[in-house]
């Protein structure tokens, strides 16, 4: 439960939000030559106030050469997955006057200073151990932030086929459970529902084999077989083998002919129709079980299909979250529609803490774009509006965020042909998104085109994106921008009306 409360704050004073490159350790040579040179030039400047300038931010990586541009989500996601803090140094050699400078330099003015450019000078031609350099990069890799939140397992509430990871335990009334046996058993396991179908048959057959060999011996037409003047109840039964071959042919309808309950005795008669009675209760039960177990439309939600990430970007001036949902068959679901659940821990303002709260996304609700007719993918789209638990999010806080998204799609299965007997089962298809599958400022890249008269779906680019411009803030922030746009636009305008308006002349 608390994986979906809102990430910490990094701890800056351990590991810095843009750590900068170590300092490389100099041999003991160096250091005493550069010690006097050092003493001597700082006892010159001794009498020169420094001028405070501005240190530029750390960032955590370097280039050497000119400054670049800060990097996209993409550089970032693949520094993450890489594991190796960017400022450890390349085993390769840097060149002797290659300078390194931060990422984001560019915004920082270029300063001279001529103490740092000695120092720069000076430590890029001492020899550093390569030996103390890997071990002192292999410590700061373990304590990098990026490294530990990799290692950290992510628990779903929902998987990515559908499977809700909620285990029930501490159920005290368990007597609930066989008061409705039958969707018991259809829940069960099938290695446990094969076990179940047929100790349902072995048992009965067994109990009134048993009772049809008691009855036998009780009466004496075990120890008269062979004496034609004996009139037998249970005729052709010499043991408990036989007894068992006589329930199963009397429970199966089988009738070879060999053993069978005469009419000397009312009690065979009755045991006889107990057990037509209970064979037929068991062949209505179990039969039922396995039918309704094999043609769940659970199965059919496997040929429904989710994409793998969700996206953000702009649609119509708006900013809107997007994923896009498929169907593979042929047989299409009725009636099918589309829910999404936002499942995100939080505390209230009392200090109460409520674990895995679950809040609606409206997709196209009021307006009935929620029911869709699944024929071919669609993009299912939420519009980020002040409704929205998005309105205050922006491409920054995300990476901060732990939520979860479950989307939900519901259908009737298709009465067609061979599948007239699943008509009316309701088939439900789930999946989930955390906050680490939603790429920002990315849009899905068209999957149909038209061929020979048809529209052809091509599934192998039902998981492709493609970047495109989308501004990093809040739709909050955008929504302000815009209205004060408009404002500054309106104002203007009733300026230059007030400009441009004639004069009135005086009359003669």
């Not at 939900?408 to 999946?431: D, F, K, P, S, W």
């Amino acid at each position: 439960m608390l994986a979906y409360l809102p990430r910490p704050p990094t701890d800056t004073s351990r590991y810095g939000t843009f750590p900068q490159k170590p300092d490389l350790p100099a041999a003991p040579g160096a250091l005493v030559e550069d010690g006097g040179k050092q003493a001597a030039a700082t006892s010159a400047k001794r009498g020169t106030p420094m001028p405070n300038y501005p240190s530029a931010p750390r960032h955590s990586g370097f280039v050497p050469g000119e400054p670049s541009l800060p990097p996209s989500r993409g550089s970032l996601t693949t520094q993450h997955h890489r594991g190796r803090p960017s400022w450890c140094p390349p085993p390769a050699p840097q060149e002797p006057g290659a300078r390194l400078y931060p990422l984001h330099a560019l915004s920082v003015a270029n300063i001279p200073n001529s103490s740092r450019s000695k120092t720069s000078a000076r430590s890029s031609t001492i020899p550093t151990p390569e030996g103390l350099q890997s071990r002192r990069c292999k410590l700061l890799e373990e304590d990098s932030p990026t490294v530990q939140a990799g290692k950290r397992q992510r628990q779903r509430y929902v998987t990515k086929v559908g499977k809700c990871q909620v285990n029930l335990g501490n159920i005290q009334d368990k007597k609930r459970f066989l008061s409705d046996i039958f969707t018991t058993i259809v829940d069960l396991k099938y290695r446990w529902f094969l076990f179940v179908f047929m100790m349902c048959y072995i048992i009965t057959w067994v109990v009134f084999g048993f009772i049809y060999f008691l009855d036998a011996w009780v009466r004496g037409d075990i120890g008269h077989q062979g004496d034609p003047e004996w009139e037998a109840c249970i005729e052709n039964v010499d043991g408990f083998v036989s007894a068992l071959l006589l329930s199963v042919e009397s429970q199966r309808t089988i009738g070879y002919g060999t053993r069978m309950v005469t009419a000397n005795c009312a009690e065979g008669v009755i045991l006889l129709i107990a057990q037509s009675i209970v064979g037929s209760m068991i062949d209505a039960m179990m039969v039922g079980c396995m039918f309704v177990k094999i043609s769940r439309p659970k199965k059919r939600a496997q040929t429904l299909i989710f994409s793998k990430n969700c996206v953000i970007s702009r649609r119509d001036e708006k900013l809107c979250l997007m994923f896009r949902v498929g169907d593979l068959r042929e047989s299409h679901m009725v009636d099918a529609k589309i829910r999404a659940k936002l499942i995100k821990s939080r505390q209230t303002a009392e200090g109460e803490f409520i674990p895995l709260e679950q809040s609606e996304l409206n997709l196209g609700y009021d307006t009935g774009e929620d029911r869709l007719f699944l024929v071919e993918p669609q993009i299912i789209c939420h519009v980020i509006n002040h409704h929205s638990p998005f309105w205050d999010m922006s491409a920054e806080s995300l990476r901060r965020e732990q939520f979860e998204i479950i989307i939900i799609l519901e259908g009737i299965v298709e009465a067609t042909g061979n599948r007239c007997l699943a008509a009316g089962m309701t088939c439900q298809a789930r999946t989930s998104y955390t906050e680490d599958e939603i790429l920002w400022g990315y849009r899905f890249e068209p999957c149909m085109s038209l061929e020979k008269g048809a529209f052809q779906v091509d599934y192998s680019r039902f998981e492709m994106t493609f970047e495109v411009q989308t501004p990093a803030a809040s739709a909050k922030e955008l929504h302000e921008l815009k209205e004060l746009e408009q404002q500054e636009h309106s104002t203007l305008s009733l300026y230059w009306d007030h400009l441009l308006q004639p004069c009135a002349l005086p009359g003669p």
